[in-house]
Every structure is written in structure tokens, then in C-alpha cells.
């Protein structure tokens, strides 16, 4: 027992002494939030970048970095993202990575946007026109004939121009950058080099990585709201803030192609439903992936003159199967349904790939054709049910008779008249049949 109690109050002796140890340098060491994103700008990039600032917040990091290589995007996603930066209490570094990315479009707005900008060697950014559906981007107007065509159906592309020029200027203002090329990059589309870049005073630095970028603005001042604050990054614990499933699954159903797909499945579904009652399955499919699809085109950039057509399109080309209509009402469903299907999202980095359109149009034809070549067999073939499929049928002679009897057609019992006398068994054609149910028939040449 003495042997025992040294020990035992030696490892108490450490144990009190281990809960009292101050924290570790790591633990210590200031907190940087990385979000990588590699895609367009839209609802699921705006989701994660969004959150990772206000975990950043709560977190108390130091400052959160956003490793961008995006071709641009959505304007009101963008939107989204440059107001949280500019609210966010915490430092944002927008970091053009890795070498060969570039940020084209909105990513310009959003690297002006943020209290560092900084770009990896071998990548660029500019080309910030606003570009709408179809290509058509937005130019200015040059002397007598700009200003006449402006006042004509360009001016909501010179409207939209100037807006952007305005946002973009009021960024570079903001954060001290080049604000004569942040106009050009948006009236004229220029771009820049990385190296090109940092000459222009268009971003603060290059930096090879994540780590080479949180050495280089170690002790750099970013003014922060109204105050100003020193970074301290050097040493820095880095927290990736990869995609979790929320994004995963929105950046899915986001996809303009995967939410097409979902309409069509959740309209045919429901059509499939209610003209056989009863299946279940196609119901419940159905419904689940058109709220699936409805929740996509709410966050979307939808034209709903397109959902429309669409719509419209597929009942015509149901209708077709319904109604005699030689195919007119299917070929005028199969018209509405691929405009409608290019003009769905109103936005040139968000829309439905065209050879998905073509794919369904051209499934969509091939049935409407299948089903014109069945309708037109179907109905040159004689009638099988009724008055008129009894005509020119074969019966026989049940028992003898002359004037009115009995013959049997197809297992049948049918009262039958014959101007001429008939025995039991005697094959018989039928020429005719009365308001009476009464059969009219003649004996076979070969029986007469």
C-alpha cells in the first residue's frame, strides 16, 4: 500500500499539472477560411462563399480566402457575394489559383470587390461586359446613329452597360485600385494577365499558393468597415471550406440541365398519373422531381415565358395522341417546346446545353412521327368491334331453318334472316345487319 500511494499522487500531480498548461501554439494561431471555387457563379457558389463568411465571423478568423477560377456567372449571385464582402467583419482575400485559372466576368467584380486581390502566375481576369441571352452583349453608342439606336431597342443593353461600368468603378474607388481599367474591362472586354495585373495596379500581389499568399500579406493594412486592421497570417491555421452535401445537392439541381430534366420527368410523371389512376410510382416520381425542379427555377435565372412554351408544347404533343389533328397539333407542341427550351434560363453562363434540347426534340419527334404511322395503319384497318366488323364475316348455321333462325358468329347465338332456305352446319356470310340486331345473310357459293 505505501509502495502505491507515491505513484498514485505523482500521476494526480501530472494530471492537475496537464489540465493547467496554457494552450498550444497552435491552438493560438490565427484562423484562415479557404473556399475554393471552380465553377460559374450562381446559387451554389453564392450559398458557400456566403456561409463561409459568416462561420468566418463567428470563428473569429483572421481572414477568409476564396481560391477562385470561375468564368463568370450570374449577375445577382455576384451581387450576393460582393454585398457580403463588403459587410463581412472579417478580411476577404480573393485568390486567382492555381496557375491556369482565371477570373473572367463576375470574378473580376468579386476580386475588386475584396480587401486583397491576388492572382497565382499563369492566370488572368477582365472580359466583364454583361452578356445576355443569345450572345448579345451590350455596347455603347458612338455618335448620331449610337444615340438613335439607343433610343430604339438598344437601350436597355446601353442601360445595362452603364450600370455595370458604375458598380465596378465604385468598387476600384473603394478598395484604391485601377479604376480606368476595371471601365475597360467592361466596355471593351480586356483582360490582363497575372503579371500584367500587379504592373496596372489592378490586384496587391502574386503568390505562388495558398501558404506563399498568407506570407505575403502578413502584416499588410485592409481597411475593414470604418477601421483598420493589420493582418496576421503568417503561421496561419488554414480551413478548407470544401463543398458539404447542401452544396453538393444544390449545385445538382442548380445545374440548368439536371433541372430541365426534372420538369420533363415531373409534367410526364403526373400526365402518366392521371390518365391511368392508380400506378402510384409515376405520381410520386413525378411530383417529387417537379418541387425538385420548381425549387431550382426559384433560385434560377428563369424565363417563365420559356416554362410557358414548354408546358404548352407538351400538351399539344399529348393532345396529338388524343385528337385527329393529322399531326399539326404535334408538330406546333414539338415548335413550342424547343423554344421554349432555349429561352428557359436567361443567362448565357446558365443554360440549358443546346444538344440536350435537340436530344429531347428529337425524341419528342421520332414519338410524334411513331405515333402519325400508327394512327394512319390503324385506321385503314377494317373495324373489329360493332355493326360494321360483323359485315363480311363468316357464321354458321345453328339449326334449319328458312325466313328467320339462329346462327352462331365467333361463340356468339344471333337471330339471322336468308331469303333462301338454310340447314345446320351450312356456312353462311353476313351482308348486313338490321336495326333489330338481326342479321341479313346469304349461304357461301360453295354451299349453295
Not at 433610343?151 to 480606368?180: C, F, Q, T
Not at 346462327?407 to 338490321?434: C, F, K, N, T, Y
Request: proline residues 6%; contains cysteine; charged residues 20%.
Amino acid at each position: 500500500m505505501n509502495d502505491v500511494m507515491p505513484s498514485l499522487r505523482a500521476l494526480l500531480l501530472g494530471l492537475f499539472l496537464l489540465c493547467g498548461l496554457p494552450p498550444s501554439v497552435a491552438d493560438t494561431a490565427p484562423l484562415v477560411l479557404v473556399v475554393p471555387v471552380k465553377s460559374a457563379i450562381g446559387p451554389a457558389s453564392q450559398d458557400r462563399i456566403v456561409r463561409a463568411l459568416a462561420d468566418a465571423r463567428e470563428q473569429g478568423a483572421e481572414l477568409v480566402v476564396i481560391q477562385l477560377d470561375t468564368p463568370g456567372g450570374l449577375d445577382f449571385s455576384m451581387r450576393e457575394i460582393i454585398s457580403a464582402i463588403l459587410a463581412s467583419p472579417v478580411p476577404v482575400a480573393t485568390f486567382v489559383a492555381p496557375p491556369g485559372a482565371r477570373a473572367a466576368s463576375a470574378g473580376t467584380y468579386i476580386l475588386y470587390a475584396s480587401h486583397v486581390a491576388a492572382m497565382a502566375p499563369a492566370t488572368h481576369l477582365g472580359a466583364a461586359t454583361p452578356v445576355r441571352l443569345g450572345g448579345a452583349s451590350p455596347s455603347p453608342p458612338e455618335g448620331d446613329a449610337g444615340e438613335e439606336k439607343t433610343a430604339g431597342g438598344d437601350a436597355m443593353n446601353h442601360k445595362m452597360l452603364n450600370d455595370a461600368v458604375a458598380y465596378i468603378r465604385g468598387l476600384a474607388k473603394l478598395r484604391g485600385r485601377n479604376v480606368e481599367w476595371a471601365e475597360r474591362a467592361v466596355r471593351e472586354a480586356v483582360t490582363l494577365t497575372a503579371e500584367e495585373a500587379l504592373a496596372q495596379g489592378v490586384i496587391d500581389l502574386i503568390a505562388d499558393d495558398v501558404p506563399d499568399l498568407l506570407a505575403k500579406v502578413d502584416g499588410r493594412r485592409v481597411q475593414v468597415g470604418a477601421s483598420e486592421r493589420v493582418l496576421h497570417t503568417r503561421g496561419a491555421r488554414t480551413e478548407w471550406k470544401r463543398p458539404d452535401w447542401r452544396s453538393r445537392l444544390l449545385e445538382l439541381i442548380t445545374d440548368p440541365n439536371v433541372a430541365y430534366v426534372l420538369m420533363l420527368i415531373g409534367i410526364y410523371g403526373l400526365i402518366l398519373e392521371f390518365s391511368n389512376p392508380g400506378q402510384v410510382v409515376p405520381g410520386v416520381i413525378g411530383a417529387i422531381a417537379l418541387l425538385l425542379a420548381l425549387y431550382a427555377f426559384q433560385i434560377l435565372p428563369v424565363s417563365y415565358a420559356g416554362v410557358a412554351l414548354i408546358v404548352l408544347g407538351l400538351l399539344f404533343m399529348i393532345g396529338e395522341a388524343l385528337l385527329p389533328t393529322a399531326g399539326l397539333l404535334g408538330l406546333g407542341g414539338l415548335a413550342a417546346f424547343v423554344f421554349g427550351s432555349v429561352i428557359l434560363f436567361d443567362d448565357e453562363y446558365l443554360a440549358v446545353s443546346l444538344p440536350l434540347v435537340g436530344g429531347t426534340a428529337l425524341v419528342a419527334g421520332g414519338f410524334l412521327l411513331w405515333l402519325l404511322v400508327r394512327v394512319v395503319g390503324l385506321r385503314r384497318r377494317p373495324p373489329v368491334t360493332g355493326e360494321d366488323a360483323l359485315v363480311g364475316r363468316h357464321a354458321e348455321v345453328v339449326e334449319d331453318f328458312r325466313g328467320r333462325g339462329r346462327v352462331r358468329v365467333g361463340g356468339e347465338l344471333w337471330w339471322a334472316e336468308s331469303a333462301r332456305p338454310l340447314r345446320a352446319g351450312q356456312r353462311v356470310r353476313i351482308l348486313e345487319v338490321d336495326e333489330g340486331l338481326v342479321l341479313r345473310v346469304a349461304p357461301e357459293p360453295s354451299d349453295s
